[in-house]
Nanobody, 115 residues
Framework: VQLQAFGGGLVQPGGSLRLSCQAS????????MGWYRQAPGKQRELVAR???????NYADSVKDRFTISRDNAKNTVYLQMNSLKPEDKAVYYC??????????WGQGTQLPSSA
């Protein structure tokens, strides 16, 4: 199973960016999908998580600015990020949970800030 993330890049404060992450390989079903981030010198933290049924959790710091969604037919999870702030600068990782209590991580995509 591989997770390939796309969409990182330079962004201005107040700008928008969309990340996507597609899972491929021997996947029969995916339970939850999510995004984490890790800023320099900080622990990795949950940004958003979406269940197979559509239930969503967001970190308080991104509520009302970020939107997570998924396309089950494409095994892809998206993160629409609006009103970006300098503190959103981090490496963003996608993660999926599959049956039998297994998880897979993407390789990480950098979100740098121009500030």
């Amino acid at each position: 199973v591989q997770l390939q993330a796309f969409g990182g890049g330079l962004v201005q404060p107040g700008g928008s960016l969309r990340l996507s992450c597609q899972a491929s390989g021997s996947i029969f079903s995916i339970n939850d999908m999510g995004w984490y981030r890790q800023a320099p010198g900080k622990q990795r933290e949950l940004v958003a998580r979406i269940s197979s049924g559509g239930s969503i959790n967001y970190a308080d710091s991104v509520k009302d600015r970020f939107t997570i969604s998924r396309d089950n037919a494409k095994n892809t999870v998206y993160l629409q990020m609006n009103s970006l702030k300098p503190e959103d600068k981090a490496v963003y990782y996608c993660k999926i949970w599959v049956p039998a209590v297994r998880v897979y991580w993407g390789q990480g995509t950098q979100l740098p800030s121009s500030a």
